[in-house]
């Protein structure tokens, strides 16, 4: 006699049991393709699944492990039909001419995106979750993921991020430990190969870093270029997807913001915001009315109170996920 599945919750019951995890699950499926949209995508598939299956839950693992499971298998067949998702520094060499004209945007790339703190757990009753969604959020992190197979991806995070067993991932991926653990190492090997800088890649523990991001902000609304290079590191970094081109060195940085993008104090008006555990700004751009326009997401990356790397996303399209208006009106 075949085994009668149970029936499984109605709708609200489901809601209660599986909406405590959904923040956390869309941090992970985010760490899996780097896409806060594409994560909001496998987040909905990732239930919808559940939802269907659940009179197949046994309860021998927990409800998270499970939720888990599935959402790593939903990403990992997503990532079958995608392209990684890189930033201009992992395509070529930086620009050599900073004052020069830039190339065209490349909207046919899929860009790496980054990722709203909001969206973050919150709720200090819930250690657990709170901890395994902010692990592993950095920029520079998520941006090395790319770089690794599908599988070594899940296996890293969910082994060096999440904490997993090795069997708990050999079980999800239907091998052996043996296999896992081998598949951690050629990936932990790889993504140091891929990581920029070490120091990218730990958590930010620099309480200056507020500090830091509002004098590199009013440096940028008065268009004050020699006070703003004077905040970044000689190596510095900037890049602007989905512009291909990206510089390096303070002096060419300050060239190419001097040639390109402040012309003239109140151009620009950048509103604090935080996205991937990192100190970052939303900048908008003043238009001949006076209005100033959603412009791009700056992320800064820093060190020892210097700014190691700026990552501009200019794109308006990832305004909405950071509860961002598109227009902001001209001061008073």
């Known amino acids: 006699m075949s085994a009668v599945a149970k029936p499984g919750p109605d709708q609200a019951e489901f809601a209660r049991l599986t909406d405590p995890f959904r923040s956390e699950l869309l941090a992970h499926c985010y760490r899996m393709l780097g896409s806060v949209h594409d994560a909001e995508d496998q987040v909905q598939e990732t239930l919808l699944r559940a939802w269907r299956s659940f009179g197949q839950f046994e309860g021998r693992a927990s409800l998270r492990t499970w939720l888990y499971r ?92 999440l904490g997993w067993r090795a069997s708990e991932v050999a079980e999800l991926l239907g091998t052996t430990a043996t296999a896992t653990n081998s598949a951690l190492q050629r990936a932990r090997s790889q993504l140091e190969q891929a990581a920029p800088r070490e120091d990218e890649l730990r958590e930010p523990a620099d309480p200056g870093d507020l500090a830091l991001l509002d004098r590199y902000a009013t440096a940028f609304e008065n268009a004050d270029i020699a006070t703003l290079t004077g905040l970044l590191r000689d190596d510095v970094v900037l890049e602007m997807p989905p512009l291909p081109a990206w510089f390096t060195g303070r002096e060419n940085i300050g060239r190419f913001l001097r040639s390109h993008v402040l012309r003239q104090p109140g151009d620009f ?64």
């Open 70 to 161: 599935i959402a790593t298998n939903t990403c990992l067949r997503a990532i079958e039909t995608r392209r990684r998702r890189p930033l201009p520094s992992g395509l070529g060499q930086p620009g050599d001419n900073p004052a020069g004209p830039m190339p065209a945007a490349r909207s046919e790339v899929p860009w790496l995106e980054p990722f709203p703190d909001a969206l973050l757990p919150a709720d200090p009753s819930d250690p657990a979750s709170i901890a395994a969604s902010r692990a592993g959020i950095r920029l520079a992190f998520i941006a090395a993921l790319q770089y690794l197979p599908a599988r070594q991806r899940a296996v890293l995070i969910l082994r060096d991020v």
């Open 269 to 332: 008006r950048m509103i604090p915001i935080h996205a991937n555990g990192q100190p970052a700004l939303a900048a908008y751009r003043r238009t001949p009315g006076g209005t100033y326009h959603a412009n791009g997401i700056e992320i800064l990356t820093t060190s020892a109170s210097r700014i190691t790397r700026v990552t501009a996303f200019l794109d308006p399209a990832l305004f909405p996920p950071f509860a961002l208006p598109p227009t902001l009106p001209s001061p008073t």
